[in-house]
């Protein structure tokens, strides 16, 4: 009797649920269960086995480093619901209009403080594409630049910290969510510093692309613009430092940090009388149901780890990765290529809870340094937002850009984006000291 390599079955019977449309979480638990029958039946493991899923559900429950999820979340989302998001736009593209492509690199610049101080990608971009875009659209802004540096500058909360993304690879791959913050710094910084080159490249290249705002809609008092960026800017900006330089000179986890910033989000919608029963309400329903889709993640990935390891699938998977030519180099090259195609189809989340468990072994057996291998996965995982079909922030603007937006023209737009962002994925394989030269 010929032996079915059931591990491998497994891993093609979960995807092509998942490509079918079913919720992932359900997809993996569902596949979990099936296998598990068949493997008892096929003498593969005993139903002791699944013994061991109450046990790491309650561990995933009771994870302090997880409580930071909905912590970073809730800050995120109450800055954006209570409109300070929306102030600190309206008044950074009034500082920059002047200047040719300055509404873009206005974009870039509240782009890269909303991802540090919300970590969630949906709200900076719905902010951005409701408010910037159409002030772009209407001076003369390219549709194809406008909309790129809309979706790019929003993916910036991926990379950037406090990232939910970078909270979750962590835990994913067993280190330190603080180190990631630090090793994640330079190259979030790095490659918000890129978009920006771009756009000041394409306004020089193409001035009809992205002209500066006409006299007529520049700020009149410039000494009162001046004052409205002190009064909006310098808020958000000490709640960042707050958070951030808590992690980072030790003072604090990043659960306890993410619970400050929550307080300091809440405080700061109240002094600006924004703290409105309607913004707390939508603020904590986001951060419940995002939250609870994060769980339901991890509890059925858990379950699918379980079976897969019982089939033997991890001990498969570790012989192929550690066995490829080249050796470190080639599961690099084979995990990035892994990680960048299965963007186009599904969330970052899923090919978290997914992949990495099946790659980080083999990782750790060949001497990688997970914290260098987890940027450079957050940076990968970053351009699954902005891949073409699936990609989440091509369809969160889509779904307030102008009907005269055509998603094909979203969809063009973000392609240099993309390019960009692998040229910063090969910079930080090249030259792993952007990530590692704050942790030495």
Not at 57 to 77: K, W
Not at 79 to 98: H, Q, V, Y
Not at 189 to 198: K, V
Request: proline fraction near 6%; glycine fraction near 10%.
């Amino acid at each position: 009797m010929i032996e079915l390599p059931l591990g491998p079955l497994m891993f093609v019977a979960v995807f092509t649920i998942i490509f079918s449309g079913y919720p992932v979480a359900f997809a993996l638990a569902g596949t979990s269960l099936i296998f598990a029958f068949i493997g008892v039946e096929m003498g593969y493991f005993e139903w002791t086995l699944m013994a061991a899923l109450p046990e790491r559900t309650f561990g995933i429950m009771s994870n302090y480093i997880l409580l930071a999820v909905p912590f970073f979340i809730l800050m995120g989302t109450m800055l954006e619901r209570s409109r300070l998001a929306e102030d600190l736009l309206k008044t950074i593209g009034a500082l920059f209009g002047p200047l040719r492509g300055g509404l873009a690199l206005a974009v870039v610049l509240v782009g890269a403080m909303l991802a540090a101080a919300t970590g969630v990608v949906g709200a900076s971009v719905v902010a951005m594409g409701l408010i910037s875009l159409p002030v772009m659209l209407r001076n003369g802004y390219s549709q194809e630049l406008a909309t790129g540096i809309i979706t790019a500058s929003g993916t910036l909360g991926q990379i950037i910290p406090p990232s939910v993304v970078l909270i979750v690879l962590a835990d994913q791959m067993g280190i330190s969510v603080g180190d990631l913050f630090v090793g994640a710094l330079v190259p979030g910084l790095m490659l918000a510093g890129m978009y920006a080159l771009y756009v000041i490249g394409v306004a020089f290249l193409h001035p009809e692309a992205a002209p500066a705002l006409p006299i007529e809609e520049r700020p009149k008092d410039r000494r009162a613009l001046l004052k409205q960026v002190v009064l909006v800017l310098i808020p958000p900006l000490a709640l960042i430092m707050l958070v951030l330089g808590s992690i980072f000179a030790g003072l604090a986890t990043p659960t306890e940090a993410g619970a400050l910033g929550a307080l300091g989000a809440i405080l700061l919608a109240a002094i600006n009388k924004r703290l409105t029963l309607k913004a707390m309400e939508e603020t904590l329903r986001y951060t419940t149901r995002l939250t609870a889709m994060v769980i339901f993640l991890l509890i059925g990935s858990t379950a699918f780890a379980l079976v897969f390891r019982g089939l033997g699938g991890d001990l498969w998977i570790e012989g192929i990765l550690t066995d490829l030519p080249g050796g470190k180099i080639g599961l690099l090259v084979v995990a990035n290529l892994m990680i960048f195609v299965l963007g186009f189809f599904i969330d970052f989340f899923e090919i978290a809870f997914i992949i990495l468990p099946l790659i980080v072994p083999a990782a750790r057996l060949l001497g990688v340094d997970l914290v260098w291998f987890g940027v450079m996965i957050g940076m990968n995982l970053q351009t699954s937002f902005l891949t073409p079909p699936f990609g989440f922030a091509l369809f969160y603007l889509r779904g307030v850009a102008p009907q005269k937006v055509a998603t094909s023209t979203i969809y063009r737009g973000a392609l240099p984006f993309i390019v960009i962002q692998l040229i910063g994925l090969a910079l930080i394989c090249i030259f792993p000291e952007l990530v590692t030269w704050m942790l030495d």
